[in-house]
């Protein structure tokens, strides 16, 4: 008598990750992809397919979300503006009613995460020098951004009693572009962003005496 011995069944081939994610959930993923490799790398230097295989998505699920690499990078700026204001409202959370105290505090962390490890500067003033077309959608993006922090340095200066918010505005908003600057010109541990709080402390009390 022959006796049979049944196969076992084959299990179902896994299929590779970049097909199992899709709709909103891909969408995070190209997102995350593109703030990391984006704000270390550059825009010009990272390709859409490094995008996707960071991400874990096929190129198909990258254009069902965004038209272009452009529209992606734009939704980067986004995501990157409503990091920037999330963190700006927690330094001001630290002092509330006291306008003068969640300027200085603004100037404190942003310091600190100045002088970390990794710390690349300002995502919008990077991608300002990779795109020269002042109309460009982008570039309009970066300047919706530096508009809205001005408005916001404004508000608080006059807030602190300055005589004359603008020209208060305008210094505190140069001394952040100094410190974006610094952060990645200076050797490790050589930095002066160290003192831009006292700057910004100096320049507040100057202009509410």
Do not use: W
Request: glycine content about 6%; overall charge neutral; proline content about 6%.
């Amino acid at each position: 008598m022959v006796t049979t011995v049944a196969k076992a069944a084959k299990p179902a081939r896994r299929q590779p990750r970049s097909t199992q994610i899709a709709g909103a959930e891909a969408q995070q993923h190209l997102l995350r992809a593109a703030e990391e490799l984006f704000y270390q790398e550059g825009i010009r230097a990272v390709g859409v397919d490094a995008v996707v295989e960071r991400a874990g998505v096929n190129k198909m699920s990258l254009y069902r979300q965004f038209a272009s690499k452009d529209e992606l990078v734009l939704a980067y700026l986004d995501r990157m503006d409503t990091c920037f204001f999330e963190r700006f409202d927690t330094s001001a959370a630290k002092h509330p009613g006291d306008p003068k105290a969640q300027l200085v505090q603004y100037f404190d962390d942003l310091a600190q995460r100045a002088t970390q490890p990794g710390y690349r500067g300002c995502p919008f003033v990077n991608v300002a020098t990779e795109f020269s077309e002042l109309d460009h959608p982008v570039r309009l993006a970066v300047a919706d951004n530096k508009d809205r922090l001005m408005a916001r340095l404004v508000s608080l200066s006059e807030a602190a009693g300055a005589r004359e918010p603008q020209p208060l505005a305008d210094a505190l908003a140069l001394l952040i572009e100094g410190i974006y600057a610094a952060s990645q010109t200076y050797r490790p541990g050589a930095s002066p962003i160290g003192c831009a709080p006292r700057v910004a402390r100096q320049l507040i009390d100057a202009a509410c005496a």
